[in-house]
C-alpha cells in the first residue's frame, strides 16, 4: 500500500515538473545529473563532497536539486531548508563548485509538494546572500571540529554516562495546563 502512494507521488510531482513553465526546461537543460563535486575545503583542509542533482547549461539556474516536501511556498520551505540543513548542502555547493571551477553560480532548490497538485517553488541561494554565510559558516564550524578531532583522536560525542531522560518542555507545558 505504501509503495503504491509513493509511486503515485512521484508519478504525479514528475509530471507536474515537466509541465511547469519554467522547472520543466530548466530540468531538460541539465545536460549533467547526479554530478558528484569532490574538494578540499580552503580554510580547513577537509575534504569535502557535494552530490548535485543537476547541473543546467543556463548558469543563471547555477546547480540544481529536486526537494519533495508537504508546503513548497518560499516561507514554508524556508523552515525546512534550515530543519534539514539545505542551506549547507547549498552552501558547500557553491564553494566546491567556486573551487573546482573558478566560476561563481547559484544554488537552485526546486521545491516540490509530494501531494496533489504538486505545487512547486524555485527558490535560490546566491553566494553571498545571507543563506549562503550562514551555511558556510556553519558547515566550515562542522569541519574545523573534524580536522581538531583528526589531529587530536579525540572525537567528542554524547556522554559516556547514564543521564536522566527528561521529557520536552512542551510536553511538561501540556501536563501541568491539564492539571
Not at 52 to 66: C, H, N
Not at 111 to 140: M, N, Q
Request: hydrophobic fraction near 35%.
Amino acid at each position: 500500500v505504501l509503495g503504491k502512494r509513493f509511486r503515485e507521488q512521484i508519478i504525479g510531482m514528475s509530471r507536474r515538473i515537466r509541465e511547469h513553465p519554467r522547472a520543466g526546461g530548466l530540468v531538460r537543460l541539465c545536460r549533467r545529473t547526479e554530478l558528484v563535486l569532490v574538494w578540499d575545503d580552503e580554510s580547513s583542509g577537509v575534504r569535502c563532497k557535494s552530490r548535485l542533482d543537476g547541473v543546467p547549461e543556463d548558469a543563471e539556474i547555477g546547480l540544481m536539486d529536486l526537494k519533495s516536501t508537504a508546503d513548497a511556498s518560499a516561507g514554508a520551505f524556508g523552515r525546512s531548508v534550515y530543519d534539514y540543513g539545505y542551506h549547507h548542502q547549498a552552501a558547500m555547493a557553491i564553494d566546491g563548485w567556486r573551487v573546482l571551477t573558478g566560476e561563481k553560480r547559484p544554488f537552485t532548490l526546486l521545491a516540490c509538494e509530494k501531494d496533489p497538485p504538486h505545487e512547486l517553488s524555485l527558490l535560490a541561494v546566491v553566494s553571498g546572500d545571507t543563506t549562503h554565510g550562514i551555511g558556510t559558516a556553519e558547515y566550515r564550524s562542522v569541519l574545523h571540529e573534524i580536522k581538531k578531532a583528526r589531529l587530536t583522536g579525540i572525537w567528542e560525542g554524547y556522554p559516556t554516562d547514564v543521564q536522566p531522560m527528561e521529557l520536552p518542555k512542551w510536553v511538561l507545558q501540556r501536563f501541568n495546563d491539564a492539571e
